[in-house]
T-cell receptor, first 114, second 112 residues
Framework: QQQVKQSPQSLIVQKGGIPIINCAYE??????FPWYQQFPGKGPALLIA?????SEKKEGRFTISFNKSAKQFSLHIMDSQPGDSATYFC?????????????FGTGTRLTIIP | GAGVSQSPSNKVTEKGKDVELRCDPI?????LYWYRQSLGQGLEFLIY????????KSGLPSDRFSAERTGGSVSTLTIQRTQQEDSAVYLC??????????FGPGTRLTVL
C-alpha cells in the first residue's frame, strides 16, 4: 500500500515557468513533510520541509503549500532554471512517534528547457 | 566535513551469491537508515538504527536481507542468495537525532 502518492511522473517546463509537483498522503499520523532533490548518480538532498501546523513555507525559489484537511502538499519552483532539472521526491514521516523513517513518493522527473 | 560514503559504488554479482554493502555515516550522527531505490520507483525504507536501541527492521523485504551497525558507526547491509529482483540502488542516510537525513551516493547492485 503506497502511503504517499506523487504526480506527475514527469514534467517539462520552459525556463522561468513555475513547475508544480503534487503529493497526497494517507497516514494522518505523519507530521513532517520534506521534499528531496536528486541529480543523476547522486543521493537525494533535502530541499525544503514543512510541518502540518503551517500552510505554506518558502525558501528562496522553492515553496511548499500544505493542505492538512485534504492531506495534500505541493512543491512550487519559482523562476525555474535549467539547473533545477532533476528528480524530485516528496516524503513523509511520523517524527512524533520517535522513528524518523521516511515514506517516499515515486518521484517526478523535472526538465527545464532553456 | 565528509558526507555519508558508501562502498562499493557499483556491484555486479551472479544470482545466488551473497553481497555486502557498506555505509560510513557522518561522524556523530546517531541515526542510520538504509533505503532501496528501484528503477522508476521511489525510495523504499529497509532498516533504521538509532543509537543503542533495537533497529527497526520492518522494511526488510525478506529474511535474505540483514544489516548491522558496529560501534554505532559503520553499517553493513548483507543480501544473501541474491535474486534478480534485488537489483536496485541501495542508499544509506544518517542524521543527528531529530535532524535532517543526509544521503550517500548509493551502491548500484546488479544481479545477473
Amino acid at each position: 500500500q503506497q502511503q504517499v502518492k506523487q504526480s506527475p511522473q514527469s514534467l517539462i517546463v520552459q525556463k522561468g515557468g513555475i513547475p508544480i509537483i503534487n503529493c497526497a498522503y494517507e497516514n494522518t499520523a505523519f507530521d513532517y513533510f520534506p521534499w528531496y532533490q536528486q541529480f543523476p548518480g547522486k543521493g537525494p538532498a533535502l530541499l525544503i520541509a514543512i510541518r502540518p501546523d503551517v500552510s505554506e513555507k518558502k525558501e528562496g525559489r522553492f515553496t511548499i503549500s500544505f493542505n492538512k484537511s485534504a492531506k495534500q502538499f505541493s512543491l512550487h519552483i519559482m523562476d525555474s532554471q535549467p539547473g533545477d532539472s532533476a528528480t524530485y521526491f516528496c516524503a513523509a514521516s511520523n517524527r512524533g512517534f520517535g522513528n524518523e523513517k521516511l515514506t517516499f513518493g515515486t518521484g517526478t522527473r523535472l526538465t527545464i528547457i532553456p | 566535513g565528509a558526507g555519508v560514503s558508501q562502498s562499493p559504488s557499483n556491484k555486479v554479482t551472479e544470482k545466488g551469491k551473497d553481497v555486502e554493502l557498506r555505509c560510513d555515516p557522518i561522524s556523530g550522527h546517531t541515526a542510520l537508515y538504509w533505503y532501496r531505490q528501484s528503477l522508476g520507483q521511489g525510495l523504499e525504507f529497509l532498516i533504521y538504527f538509532q543509537g543503542n536501541s533495537a533497529p527497526d527492521k520492518s522494511g526488510l523485504p525478506s529474511d535474505r536481507f540483514s544489516a548491522e551497525r558496529t560501534g554505532g558507526s559503520v553499517s553493513t547491509l548483507t543480501i544473501q542468495r541474491t535474486q534478480q529482483e534485488d537489483s536496485a540502488v541501495y542508499l544509506c542516510a544518517s542524521s543527528p537525532q531529530g535532524g535532517e537525513q543526509f544521503f550517500g551516493p548509493g551502491t548500484r547492485l546488479t544481479v545477473l
